[in-house]
């Protein structure tokens, strides 16, 4: 199995989450269509368009997040 360098981790955080996040939310959009039979063509459309959008914003705000996450938790 070949592993991704450490160093590139948050990218593959990023395709990952956007990935999944796009992939849920186009999932329950699409769900009216489920009656129509045309379910699937449309969660695959609405699914690759919103990962297109979705991926660059979560790997230029998971570092933001992540700083404002560290200033406001502290640990015990």
């Given at each position: 199995m070949t592993l991704i360098?450490?160093?590139h981790s948050h990218l593959t955080f990023g395709v990952i989450q956007s990935g999944l996040t796009s992939g849920v939310s186009s999932a329950?959009?699409?769900v009216p269509f489920w009656q129509e039979r045309s379910f699937l063509l449309h969660w695959l459309s609405a699914w690759s368009l919103s990962w297109l959008i979705m991926l660059p914003i979560v790997i230029l705000a998971a570092p933001i997040i992540r700083a404002?996450?560290?200033r406001i938790t502290r640990t015990y």
């Open positions: 360098p450490a160093r329950v959009a699409s404002f996450v560290q």
